[in-house]
Structures are given as C-alpha cells and as structure tokens.
C-alpha cells in the first residue's frame, strides 16, 4: 500500500516510488514483479449532495444539529502504473475541491489535462456523485487517456466517442422515469373489460345441449314480449280477438 507516512522507498521500472503519495494503494497480482495500484479519493462533507447535517431531536424537545457523516471514500479503479494512477487521483481531487485539492503532483501541471477538461465540460453537476461516476465509468474503459496530461489527436477523438456514449446514457436514464410513470398512468386509466352476460359457453360434448337451452330463452322472451303487448290492449280488442280464435 502506498499511502502518506510510508518509511520504505520502491521502485517501479527503475523509477523511485515518492514518500508521501496521497490516495493510491499498491496491490500485489499473482505475477511476480507486477504491481496493480488502487485509487481511492476522500469526499468531504457537504461536497457531495446528501450529505451535511440533519436536524436531530434532544430529550429535553430541543431541536439540535448533528453529522450525518464527515465524508465519503469513493473508489476510482485500479491502474498498472502509479504514475497514471497518482493522475487519476489528482484529477478526481481537483475536480470535487478545486483550488483546494490536496494533489500529489502541482495542479498546474493538470492545467490542460483532457480528462479533466472533459470532466469539467461533461459534469453539469459537481456535487453530484451518480452524474460524475457515469462520467468516470466510461472514462476508465479506456484507461490509456489517465497516461496523457496534454492534449493528443488520439484522445480528443476517443473522448469525443465517449461523449456520444455518455450522451445516449443520460438520454436513456431520463426516458426510463418518464416511461414508467406513462406506463402506471395507462394501467390506472384503462376499463375493465368484463365478459357478455349470458350462459357459459360449455364444452363440446355439451353442445347441442346449449343450444336448446339458447331455443328455450328465446321463445321465453317472445312469450314475454307478446304477454306485454296483450296488456297493453283494450279490453274490447281482446275480447274481439278470442272470438275469432
């Protein structure tokens, strides 16, 4: 583990390791003489959103103010050199406190670092963690662009497809929230289908049986219908018409 306080010096490809490198952790692989450096930053309080203070209740009913936590240790991926990785810590601090990053390196030497540019141009929000992971995960499919601290044709156009990419993400994440909520306003919306009125439709070696039982509802309609008519009917015209039945 590399990590501030260390007493022992390394070396990496003849490069001395530096005491003192804030954020990135050695790990040993199964390869003898291969390294894997891990690359953690340390959100402070209130630079993320969430996070602050949240009113708390004492038992006398007084209302008083207490931490919901001091930061947030977020991981950044492991890289093969420590020096991309010693980058990619830079860059994650200067991004979340600014002039105020604790970096192992100057931050003027990040100052046309296009990772960074790009994280600065594509983060709408800064103090939102979930729009800079997005961002941050697309990046480190292509770990190759933390070796670069200046511009290169091979990286603008390779930051110029994750663009896209990140672009169609954040199009789908916001179409799903609103396809939901079409879709529970057409289940709430849409009638109730019930089945026709009438005898079941029973099956087939009961068939001519439910016929007849159709023949035999019919003719009691038509005797109702008929009874109707006939109550309706002076008593002369009744009279007249059993007589000539």
Request: hydrophobic share 35%; proline share 6%; charged share 30%.
């Amino acid at each position: 583990m590399v990590e501030e306080g260390r007493t022992a010096s390394e070396t990496e490809e003849g490069m001395e390791v530096p005491q003192g490198v804030r954020g990135v952790y050695k790990m040993r692989t199964a390869k003898e003489g291969v390294s894997r450096y891990q690359v953690r930053i340390w959100i402070k309080r209130g630079q993320v959103g969430g996070e602050g203070e949240s009113p708390a209740t004492t038992t006398t009913g007084k209302k008083r103010r207490k931490k919901v936590e001091k930061g947030r240790r977020v991981h950044l991926g492991c890289f093969n050199s420590l020096e991309t990785s010693i980058h990619a810590f830079d860059v994650g601090q200067i991004f979340f406190a600014g002039s105020a990053a604790a970096t192992n390196r100057p931050a003027s030497k990040y100052a046309r670092s296009p990772v960074l540019e790009f994280l600065l141009r594509e983060v709408q929000d800064r103090s939102n963690l979930d729009e800079f992971m997005t961002v941050w995960k697309h990046l480190m499919q292509h770990r190759w662009l933390f070796d670069h601290t200046e511009p290169d044709p091979k990286v603008t156009e390779q930051l110029n497809l994750i663009k896209s990419k990140v672009g169609k993400y954040k199009a789908r994440s916001s179409a799903r929230p609103a396809r939901e909520k079409t879709e529970d306003i057409e289940s709430t919306s849409m009638p109730q289908l019930t089945a026709p009125s009438g005898p079941p439709i029973p099956a087939q070696p009961n068939l001519s049986d439910f016929l007849q039982q159709l023949v035999q509802e019919k003719q009691q309609q038509e005797m109702l219908a008929l009874k109707a008519l006939l109550d309706h009917l002076p008593q002369e015209t009744l009279q007249h018409l059993k007589k000539s039945l």
